[in-house]
């Protein structure tokens, strides 16, 4: 049993209903009480989806357990597919229903639907969202596709992207053209946009592009095996991974991975001179692997900025993020729990955030920008506009995501000089965010701080003189988490008891780079 | 005093009882709006994963104050072993309140999983109880979806204090049923003027404020969807003051003045002390009539608000409701309701979403009342939604909150105006 508050990813059927309302033609028969129908409410409002999903419930009750669960299962299946005439049907069971054991895909089997019917087991108190998703589309695959013979022209099909993944509709959309780029078409894109005919028809391509590890890799697995379909195993995210990922494809197809860059503006935006102040900006990044490894090399090689922190909360993917950690001198933080996140973020005292949507919360309460780089999102991160993460456009997207939170260059060398001007002070937040400034009343006089007797506390932390804090509270505040962890450490070491406002300034004076 | 009764209401008509799959959320929910309520209390879900992935989705934007409440999500090993389980919740109990010394109400909420594997709550909250008193009290109650659907997760944590409530022979009135701050203040502003006192709050908004309740107490409903609470109450031997519920003018004048014959309120005095607000709600409610006057309104099941909500859309907003869909249907509580709702629409009692959805779309109302699930979807189809549970997150009781209500069913109406004049389908 572990107490949760808040949760990165949902119940592996979840993930198998990402995969599901992302397809068409395709029907899910779920055997699930009353309640767990709130799931269509990610689908319909956060994504803005115009369809419900297609789910059917077989929403059981406390009445029917001693009963016949299981001729109400036969009978949602039946009218499902009286009422839908899907393609073909998958059927599985929620947390509630697993333990009830009544064997969906048995059942299904038995009143013989005249369309294919793909059982799911997905193991509700041992997985989660991701895996639900991934097993699923391996079903689905392994259930459909089978070997034929390959296109004349040359093919690919784009493996991962499901409904609700984030900026999984524009991302397809960017490494279509990208190929296209290249001369190669997309045969089939599945899980989002495809429907059964189209899975079935996925053996015709030469290779797969494997856009999203984490819903998306048993698949690419299963078709490499039966049919002997290479995959890519870059991701496309970041100007230096999208070129990597041209050479993967052409090494696979012998074309030429050189492709007009013209729309490519990160290189130069990142180079062009204001940008000097992003250097070394330190950044925490946590959410799915795949996202954070990616941010990483971006944050470090293209923009320039000092990794401090990363994790995940996928532990399936938790090698390969240990792996990039150590790249960047870091230990990886592999958690599913937002309050160790937070805890790690506080410590570390990164000027930005790129996070989740639990870490934009958790940068609200500890006075962090935040960009979103990884699912979960919520509804402001599915954006009318094309907004892709991968490709070139990618790249220029994440520049202005990125840079957006984060106080200005010359704005942030102002409020270096004039620390404590009342209407530009450093609580008052980026200009170009357009919240009203806290302006400070100018005629109020610096509260008269009266020194505490130095009592050593009982950790043996060392104790800050009022001056000394006064003078702290003099750097802006994107820099200031970092200061006053520096000083305590550099006190420490020198086994200095009090800091005093030359203590201050001796750390500096140490950690300057 | 009398109120315009139609020639025939709704009591006697035939109620279509449906079985199917139902679009609706389980009781868990209501945990998000008790935890702001009851402001010295934690809720515990003890439940999987998709119990705490539903709280935060339902929740839709998080409280990031940090909740007060949370779920003890099930793994393979507790369902191996009941007696680990256990050991499990009580250690989980112990860390929880150890950090947060300010909870004195604590409520082990169950889940269709610990329904399923039995997992006997109410034994651990005793055992809690016990271990923990004096100053942290456990409650136990199901907001699982195999035995509760939405609002009815309020009305089982309600039922479950009923019986640990202290006993008095004092005569009080009993308001009950979660209201909004304000509009609890307002209640209690209105109560007083009319000189009806003491009044009681349940549930309270601190455990020191928890009420008494013996022979003596009355207790009037500020919420139609509590059942078990109601019956607990007569249980404990307080009387029920039946009325029709506090929505609009005429629901909250009628409501008011149960209440207030119960206590011998004069007639003039109670006529001089609602005249100024029932004036303020009509105007307000006119605003919006103007809109809504005429129209068809079709409800989904959702929070079991819908039999009293129709009654005011259809008598002080002028539209004709075709079908009014509710989770159950308690005619003891929404009798009144029934009786002035003009007799005509479908009166329908649980769900089959897809029959329902076909009778919706015969019906082509001018507005639908449904769920989140729905909304979009319908929309997308032309259909003018109005999502329910704004329904229940909104101030929407009492005279100053008329015309909000009225509001709220006529933004969606106002909204497709505009666009259409902009040139949209």
Redesign the interface.
């Known amino acids: 049993?572990?107490?949760?508050?808040?949760?990165y990813?949902?119940?592996p059927?979840?993930g198998a209903m990402r995969v599901a309302t992302g397809m068409t033609g395709l029907h899910y028969v779920l055997h699930a009480?009353?309640?767990?129908?709130?799931?269509?409410?990610?689908f319909?409002?956060?994504e803005?989806?115009?369809?419900?999903p297609p789910v059917?419930?077989?929403?059981?009750?406390?009445r029917?357990?001693g009963g016949d669960t299981a001729n109400l299962f036969k009978d949602?299946a039946r009218?499902a597919y009286a009422?839908f005439a899907p393609q073909a049907m998958i059927v599985g069971a929620?947390?509630?229903a697993e333990?009830?054991q009544d064997d969906p895909g048995g059942l299904a089997e038995a009143i013989g639907l005249p369309c294919p019917v793909i059982p799911l087991d997905l193991?509700?108190?041992?997985r989660?969202e991701n895996f639900g998703a991934d097993e699923t589309f391996h079903q689905i695959v392994r259930a459909l596709a089978k070997p034929m013979p390959r296109t004349d022209a040359i093919t690919c099909n784009i493996l991962g992207a499901t409904a609700l993944g984030f900026r999984n509709r524009d991302d397809v959309a960017e490494v279509t053209k990208l190929l296209g780029l290249m001369g190669i078409s997309v045969n089939v894109a599945a899980p989002l946009g495809a429907s059964p005919a189209d899975i079935a028809r996925m053996g015709q391509a030469h290779f797969n592009v494997l856009l999203y590890p984490e819903t998306g890799e048993s698949a690419a697995r299963a078709l490499e095996r039966s049919c002997g379909q290479p995959y890519t195993k870059v991701v496309p995210l970041g100007v230096g991974a999208t070129r990597d990922f041209l050479h993967e494809v052409a090494a696979l197809t012998g074309l030429s991975p050189q492709v007009d860059e013209s729309a490519l503006r990160l290189p130069w935006w990142s180079a062009s001179v204001d940008s000097t102040y992003l250097t070394g900006k330190r950044v925490f990044l946590f959410g799915d692997a795949t996202h954070v490894i990616a941010a990483a090399r971006i944050a470090a090689t293209e923009i320039g900025f000092e990794v401090v922190g990363m994790g995940c909360y996928n532990r399936e993917f938790a090698r390969p993020m240990r792996a990039a950690a150590k790249a960047y001198g870091l230990e990886a933080l592999i958690t599913d729990d937002y309050l160790e996140v937070e805890d790690a973020i506080a410590a570390a005292a990164p000027e930005l955030i790129l996070g989740t949507?639990q870490e934009r919360?958790i940068g609200?309460?500890l006075g962090i920008p935040c960009a979103v780089i990884s699912s979960p999102v919520?509804v402001q991160d599915f954006p009318a506009r094309y907004s892709p993460q991968m490709g070139f456009e990618g790249a220029n997207v994440i520049f202005d995501t990125w840079i957006h939170p984060l106080v200005m260059g010359l704005e942030e060398h102002l409020l270096t000089m004039f620390r404590e001007d009342f209407e530009f002070h450093s609580d008052a937040g980026p200009s170009h965010h357009g919240a009203k400034a806290d302006l400070r009343d100018m005629q109020q006089a610096e509260p008269e701080v009266v020194a505490p007797m130095p009592v050593t506390p009982p950790t043996g932390a060392p104790l800050w003189q009022a001056a000394a804090e006064r003078e702290l509270k003099k750097i802006p505040f994107f820099v200031r988490g970092k200061a006053k962890r520096n000083t305590e450490i550099y006190a420490q070491d020198k086994g200095v008891a009090e800091i005093s406002v030359e203590t201050l300034y001796e750390a500096k004076a140490h950690y300057a780079r | 005093m009398s109120l315009d009764t139609p020639a025939r209401g709704c009591r006697d008509t035939p109620v279509l009882k449906e079985r199917g799959q139902r679009e609706v959320f389980c009781g868990l929910t209501g945990i998000i709006w008790l935890h702001r309520k009851m402001q010295d209390a934690f809720f515990l879900v003890v439940g999987s994963r998709t119990c705490a992935h539903l709280l935060q989705s339902a929740a839709g934007v998080m409280i990031f104050a940090e909740p007060r409440f949370g779920t003890a999500i099930l793994e393979e090993k507790d369902l191996a072993g009941l007696a680990d389980a256990n050991t499990e919740l009580d250690r989980e109990v112990a860390r929880l309140l150890a950090r947060r010394p300010d909870i004195k109400q604590l409520f082990l909420v169950g889940s269709c999983p610990s329904e399923v594997i039995k997992l006997d709550l109410a034994r651990a909250a005793e055992r809690l109880s016990a271990h923990h008193a004096p100053h942290v009290r456990v409650y136990n109650y199901s907001g699982s979806g195999i035995e509760t659907t939405f609002t009815q997760g309020e009305d089982a944590c309600l039922a479950a204090m009923v019986p640990t409530l202290a006993d008095t022979s004092a005569r009080e009135l009993l308001v009950v049923g979660a209201l909004p701050d304000v509009v609890e203040d307002q209640c209690l502003s209105l109560l007083a003027q009319l000189g009806i006192g003491p009044v009681r709050m349940l549930p309270a908004r601190r455990s020191a404020d928890l009420p008494a309740v013996g022979a003596n107490t009355v207790f009037a409903l500020v919420q139609p969807f509590l059942g078990d609470t109601h019956a607990a109450l007569i249980r404990r031997g307080a009387t029920h003051l039946p009325a029709a519920f506090p929505f609009g003018e005429e629901g909250t004048t009628a409501w008011l003045w149960a209440v207030a014959q119960e206590f011998g309120v004069p007639r003039a005095h109670f006529e001089a002390v609602t005249a100024a607000p029932r004036a303020r709600a009509a105007k307000a409610v006119a605003a919006h009539a103007a809109t809504l006057s005429g129209k068809s309104v079709f409800f989904f099941p959702d929070s079991q608000l819908e039999i009293p909500l129709a009654r005011f859309l259809a008598r002080e907003c002028g539209m004709t409701p075709i079908e009014v869909g509710t989770p159950y249907l308690h005619a003891a509580i929404t009798g009144p309701d029934l009786d002035l709702l003009p007799e005509g629409p479908v009166i329908s009692e649980g769900q089959d979403v897809e029959r329902q959805l076909d009778r919706q779309h015969a019906a082509r109302p001018d507005l639908t009342v449904c769920g989140l699930g729905l909304a979009n979807p319908l929309e997308a189809k032309g259909h003018t939604t109005k999502w329910a549970i704004e329904l229940v997150f909104t101030p929407v009781h009492f005279y100053e909150q008329a015309g909000d209500l009225a509001g709220l069913f006529s933004r969606p109406l106002r909204r497709k105006a505009l666009l259409t004049a902009g040139g949209q389908p």
């Open positions: 049993m572990k107490l949760t508050l808040w949760t990813e949902g119940p059927h979840v009480p009353q309640g767990d129908t709130y799931a269509d409410l990610l319909t409002m956060i803005r989806r115009n369809h419900r059917t419930y077989t929403t059981f009750q406390a029917d357990l949602a009218e009422r929620s947390c509630t333990l009830i193991p509700s108190y041992q989660k949507q919360h609200k309460r919520h």
